[in-house]
């Protein structure tokens, strides 16, 4: 492991003092004038921000799990390559992440969580990322932070379109398809997306013993592969968008997608490939409609959208005869209707809006083989409202409150106060702070799982203060960009799982749980002339203690960190160009992790232990007539770190990429 870190910070130093001999490709262009543009005032005491336009291009055959997990300051959980994934943003659960997508929510009303392993980067244009309490801005009961997810057409041309073949080990391969045409008033964009992978990679069985060498007792692993693993994921979004004047802007977007995997084995099963067949099936539908109207002092914009999803999970053992025993057959279904409407305008360095909202929930859960389940409707109307000010040149204050309801339940207050205070100009150095209250009210599962379900359950509160600063300045052709920030969060009522002497699980509110951290980024280009260059590094501390009263006398929660949750976590991604040439590095750590609420060092299985990992890529492209040709190769897990993600899931080792894509 030392050499490991040797050879990467040799690397560092040595792409560095390199830098200034490299180039950038187009997409960092753009790039690098959102990033140094004037700060909108609405962002103002937030905690916003916005994954480069290159990563997105970089990243667009793969899923939203692995682009977080690599570019962002947010945990990644993920039970294996192509399985279930779920995001921790500053140390909370996986249902306090929000995720939006062009305005409606992507989270399930059955579970709150969304499975980020499921969500292609090819059909998202930008990511954005609320922090903490800056999520009241967009949504409600994001107590982690909120993610943006959004489509923009592209006006400028009147036709264009990309095809992408991808091959990479383990029996992966990819197309990627997208084709846009229209004219200054209307635009129709197409994009299709197809990904399977055998996924049987190879790896040492650390969770079960072959045999030991009787004089040195040494012990000795055996080798397996990843087998039954597999997954198929498909999809198409399909848009149109119309401006029938230069004030008005009427679009439509559909996206349906079906995703298909085998669940592999756990690391310590021993009994067979004829045991523990998991068979794991997603149909998703969604839809958005939505209108805005420009007006000389402000906008005015509705939506109504639908996000349907269909599953069903099956686990059966193969017995004598080669039939089948079924064990579990679950099918769920749920239906989100969501209706917005938001009226903002600008007065005297003012800006003032107000939104409504109504969300309807259906949905469905049943277990064949055991025959329980449930139906549920969830209605939920809210409304919010906010006013940005600035003073003079220096401040800036912004005030939201907003409040829902759940059915007939008035769910606790929002609110959120934020200001800044500019002390060069042109946003080049400000400090920032913030005070905010949140809450999240129960899931369905939560609240009417069979069995298990606890309908008495308490909504979720949460109050936070931040600080930070941020400073960028540009000297001469290379821009800096740095921020730092401290948060401190109580949530009060944590819902949390824990087992029952009856062999299931039931949820129940524990007192509370604090969150504090640190988050840092960095980031230095060169984006002018021949030589071009790009490096961001990002850091977050994350403390997320268990501070509740203690469930029963052996009971050794209190003052530990949250399983799973790392208090170190640190990214860096470096980008070169000449002429036609790039070379990208992306270095990702992850301190130690915890899966059990004691934080104790009995066994290997009580903890997971720290990993590095590395990638790297070499890029080139060149025109053959009007096309433009771009073949990529990547190198997965480059110092082939053997590392775990959660207990009895290995991973892959060193695998390979290699993406060809043309572009008219």
């Known amino acids: 492991m030392n050499k490991h870190i040797n050879i990467i910070i040799a690397s560092l130093f040595f792409i560095t003092s390199l830098s200034y001999a490299q180039t950038l490709n187009d997409t960092l262009k753009i790039s690098a004038v959102e990033i140094y543009a004037v700060r909108p005032t609405e962002t103002s005491g937030l905690v916003k921000t916005r994954l480069d336009s290159l990563v997105l291009s970089e990243k667009a055959n793969n899923s939203l799990a692995e682009t977080l997990s690599e570019h962002s300051h947010i945990f990644i959980r993920t039970y294996g390559r192509g399985a279930m994934a779920s995001a921790s943003f500053r140390g909370t659960a996986a249902s306090h992440t929000k995720v939006m997508w062009n305005g409606i929510e992507l989270n399930s009303p059955l579970t709150g969580m969304v499975d980020f392993s499921i969500i292609p980067v090819f059909f998202i244009d930008n990511v ?50 997208k084709m846009e045409v229209g004219n200054k008033r209307f635009r129709s964009q197409t994009r299709l997306f197809h990904q399977h992978s055998n996924n049987d990679y190879k790896y040492i069985n650390t969770d079960i013993l072959d045999s030991v060498d009787l004089e040195t007792g040494k012990k ?19 848009e149109f968008h119309f401006r029938p004047t230069e004030k008005d802007f009427l679009s439509l977007s559909l996206w349906g997608q079906e995703s298909s995997r085998s669940i592999p084995q756990l690391s310590t099963n021993e009994a067979g490939l004829n045991n523990s067949i998991n068979r794991d099936n997603t149909m998703i539908l969604r839809g958005v409609l939505s209108y805005k109207r420009y007006f000389s002092l402000g906008q005015f914009n509705v939506f109504s959208g639908l996000n349907y ?130 809450s999240k009210y129960p899931s369905l599962n939560e609240m009417y799982f069979q069995p298990g379900g606890n309908p008495l359950l308490k909504p979720e509160k949460s109050f936070s203060q931040e600080m930070g600063i941020h400073y960028e300045v540009k000297l001469k052709d290379v821009s800096v960009e740095s921020e730092i920030g ?67 006398p052996s009971d050794q929660s209190y003052g530990r960190q949250l399983p799973f949750i790392p208090v170190h976590s640190a990214n860096c991604f470096l980008t070169l160009m000449y ?22 060092y009995n066994s290997s299985r009580d903890y997971l232990y720290p990993y590095f990992m590395n990638q790297v890529g070499v890029k080139r492209h060149f025109n053959i007539n009007k096309v433009r040709t771009d073949l990529n190769l990547k190198i997965y897990n480059l110092f082939n770190e053997k590392y775990r993600s959660v207990l009895q899931r290995p991973m892959p080792g060193r695998n390979y990429s290699v993406q060809v894509k043309l572009s008219f």
């Open 309 to 438: 999803s269909d599953n069903s999970y099956t686990l059966h053992n193969r017995i004598q005869d080669n039939k089948m025993l079924n064990e579990i057959n679950s099918t769920t279904r749920s239906v989100s209707y969501y209706n917005h409407f938001e009226y903002s305008f600008e007065k005297d360095e003012m800006n003032i809006s107000i939104a409504a909202n109504l969300n309807i929930f259906k949905v469905h859960s049943f277990e064949e083989i055991q025959s329980f389940g449930y139906e549920k409707n969830r209605l939920n109307p809210s409304f919010s409202a906010s006013v940005i000010k600035k003073w003079a040149k220096r401040w800036r204050s912004n005030i939201t409150i907003a409040s829902e309801m759940i059915d007939d339940d008035l769910v606790p207050l929002k609110y959120f106060t934020g200001m800044e205070y500019h002390i060069l100009p042109e946003d080049q150095l400000f400090l920032r702070t913030s005070i905010a209250g949140n």
């Open 486 to 552: 401290g948060y401190n969060s109580v949530v009060h009522d944590w819902i949390l799982w824990l087992p029952t002497f009856k062999g299931h699980w039931v949820p129940g509110n524990i007192k509370r749980v604090t969150s504090r951290g640190l988050e840092t980024n960095l980031s230095i280009s060169r984006d002018e002339g021949l030589i071009r260059y790009k490096i961001k590094a990002l850091y977050a501390l994350t403390n997320s203690i268990n501070q509740g009263e203690s469930m029963n």
């Open 579 to 600: 002429k036609t040439w790039s070379v990208s590095y992306l270095w990702n750590y992850y301190s130690q992790r915890f899966t059990t609420t004691s934080n104790q």
């Open 128 to 177: 954005e990322l609320y922090h903490g309490s800056s999520s009241i801005s967009g949504t409600s009961g994001a107590l982690g932070g909120l993610i943006s997810l959004s489509t923009i057409p592209d006006w400028k041309n009147n036709f264009s379109g990309s095809i992408q073949q991808g091959l990479g080990s383990f029996g992966s391969y990819d197309e990627y398809m």
């Open 220 to 238: 000795y692993h055996p080798e397996m592969r990843n087998t039954e693993a597999w997954y198929n994921n498909y999809g198409l979004l399909q």
